[in-house]
């Protein structure tokens, strides 16, 4: 287990993007494999690479720009991570969660994830938008959790409820949105399980995880949930199915990073068009948190 952080590291940090930046947020959002596009519709836009930002890690994946924009999207002032890190990078899960625990300072109430996942739904397809309603943390199982180990009570409590991770009130106006839009295929919603990559899974590990109750399946998104919730910020998320899994012994076919970034590339745009929707519905009058 890493040592993890101070409190006052976090705030170093926090402290150190302030006097940067004039922009205040209420929300952040994590984007995934392929989806970065969203920071580009930030207005007003501040950038800052994560090399240049005190304890942030580098982000080392393809597909995964490793900045910090800060801006307007929608009229709600907002941060995006263009690019997350992860546990296969080699780094701690205190380093994974850190840019959580400076949103919170920064003032950040709720926190939208994205990611891209692997299908394990029989009834998706590649292309397909799920809505996170829950998550199964194998990594958490086996003892790699963001929350263990010394726990600061200025973020949260030592035993945080995750029942309720995923915000029931707006996966019900993400559901309202999506009708608006008219999009050919349902917005789906299901159960998103982590797995601590970096391969992906085998034939076996599929079928496992499709009888555990799973929807799709990726290597993210989970910890900064974890911390988020203990932050007591608001969480809603968005998988992209960018490939179907393997179950079927006879299958000659292979997943690979190439075609999960090309199918973000090519549904990124309703994914975008939905968060920013979504988005401005909190902003308006009588809304939000």
Aim: aromatic share 8%; proline share 4%.
């Amino acid at each position: 287990m890493d040592g993890g952080y101070k409190y006052e590291e976090y705030q170093d940090t926090a402290n150190w993007l302030q006097a940067r930046t004039k922009h205040r947020p209420q929300v952040a959002v994590i984007c995934g494999s392929g989806l970065g596009g969203l920071a580009d519709l930030v207005t007003d836009a501040e950038a800052f690479d994560y090399s240049s930002i005190p304890n942030f890690s580098r982000s080392t994946v393809l597909g995964h720009a490793g900045r910090l924009v800060f801006g307007k999207l929608s009229g709600l002032t907002c941060v995006v991570m263009q690019g997350r890190f992860h546990m296969y990078e080699g780094y701690s899960l205190s380093k994974v969660t850190f840019p959580i625990r400076v949103f919170r300072l920064l003032g950040v109430h709720t926190l939208v994830v994205t990611n891209a996942a692997g299908g394990l739904n029989p009834d998706f397809e590649v292309g397909d938008v799920m809505l996170i309603r829950d998550h199964i943390n194998l990594p958490g199982m086996s003892g790699q959790n963001p929350l263990c180990g010394f726990n600061d009570t200025r973020f949260g409590e030592r035993f945080p409820a995750m029942s309720n991770a995923y915000d029931r009130e707006l996966r019900d106006r993400a559901h309202q949105v999506w009708l608006q839009m008219g999009e050919k295929r349902p917005l789906q919603e299901g159960t998103y399980v982590m797995l601590a990559g970096p391969n992906f899974e085998t034939i076996a590990e599929c079928r496992l995880l499709r009888l555990l109750g799973a929807d799709v399946v990726g290597m993210s998104t989970v910890p900064e949930v974890l911390v988020a919730r203990h932050s007591g910020l608001r969480v809603f998320g968005f998988s992209l199915v960018t490939n179907m899994v393997i179950t079927d012994y006879e299958s000659r076919a292979t997943a690979n990073h190439e075609e999960v970034l090309e199918t973000g590339r090519q549904a990124a745009k309703k994914l975008e068009r939905l968060v920013c929707t979504l988005l401005g519905s909190l902003s308006a009058p009588g809304k939000g948190h």
